[in-house]
């Protein structure tokens, strides 16, 4: 069984390159030099060049901010590529999974959003997101489209690196303390992505396909959210600095937020069977995997 993966540099691509696989499960993660989003002659040419079981799209622009000022860059690779893709694998009757983003609402609900709840978002990421999430559900019946949420890794450019890197550097921290959300471990997402495209695979005419909700168990504003990630990483950072929580007007950014992202999951466990992590165990567990000193510089 051969699995194509977009976005093999990103956090989730990297952690789903790194997962042990059932025997005869084989990854092919392109370079982004051969496969450029922005071209779709590309985005067909790997789709067409093997059989595949299942596709994994991990790809996209997840420069929240700097979507504000480069839309049209945003909008082709998170929306006209993924609905290329998506072409491409729904006339040869491939399973597509394909991450979104809780960013796609408004944050306004109140309470955990449902895969059902009218999607509204704030900022030019978030309508990138959302176009291509529509890509994605007209192209290709045999879809799953995967909304996750306040992505970590030991990798990339991220929230959990940023504070501890900060926090080598300060001794006080000044976090967003009226913006709630899951925070969710790129780990977790790549072993949900892997498992879902193998039973995609297996049982393409009765596989649940849809929209579904997959974030870490539990809540945490930001300000929390790095709380946890000083505490956790107590004894092996140089400072233990102080973090003051902030409102979101005293720290203005290019594109607005949702203030209550959180997701219900409740779907996706229901389906797939699958158990969600408390988002502070594997917060722990992913700091513990980091050369704090070297890999955050």
Not at 39 to 57: G, L, P, R, T, Y
Not at 171 to 180: E, G, K, S
Not at 219 to 247: D, H, K, N
Not at 255 to 284: H, I, N, Q, S
Request: hydrophobic share 40%; proline share 6%; charged share 25%.
């Amino acid at each position: 069984m051969r699995l194509l993966l977009l976005g093999g540099t990103g956090q989730v691509g990297t952690e789903a390159q790194a997962l042990a696989l059932p025997a005869g499960v084989r990854i092919f993660a392109p370079p982004r030099s051969a496969v450029d989003l922005e071209d779709s002659a590309a985005i067909s040419n790997i789709v067409a060049a093997e059989s595949w079981s299942a596709v994994i799209n991990a790809a996209g622009y997840t420069n929240v901010d700097g979507a504000e000022s480069a839309e049209t860059k945003a909008a082709a690779i998170n929306a006209t590529a993924a609905a290329r893709l998506a072409a491409e694998t729904g006339r040869r009757g491939i399973p597509l999974i394909h991450i979104s983003t809780d960013y796609v609402f408004n944050g306004r609900k109140g309470s955990p959003y449902v895969e059902d709840d009218t999607p509204a978002p704030l900022s030019a990421y978030g309508r990138s997101k959302l176009a291509g999430e529509h890509g994605v559900r007209d192209a290709n019946p045999r879809h799953v489209i995967l909304r996750t949420a306040w992505v970590y890794s030991p990798y990339g450019k991220n929230f959990v690196r940023t504070i501890l890197r900060l926090a080598q550097e300060r001794d006080r921290l000044t976090i967003v303390a009226d913006q709630r959300g899951c925070p969710t471990a790129a780990y977790d997402i790549a072993r949900a992505c892997i498992d879902i495209a193998l039973r995609c695979a297996r049982e393409q005419e009765r596989a649940p396909y849809g929209t579904y909700h997959f974030a870490g168990a539990g809540e945490a504003t930001w300000f929390e959210f790095a709380t946890a990630i000083v505490e956790l990483a107590a004894g092996r950072i140089q400072r233990s600095p102080q973090v003051v929580p902030i409102r979101t007007v005293d720290y203005p950014t290019p594109a607005f937020r949702p203030a209550d992202g959180r997701l219900d999951c409740t779907k996706v466990l229901r389906d797939f069977d699958f158990t969600m992590r408390p988002w502070r165990e594997a917060l722990a567990e992913t700091i513990n995997r980091m050369q704090i000193g070297t890999e955050i510089a």
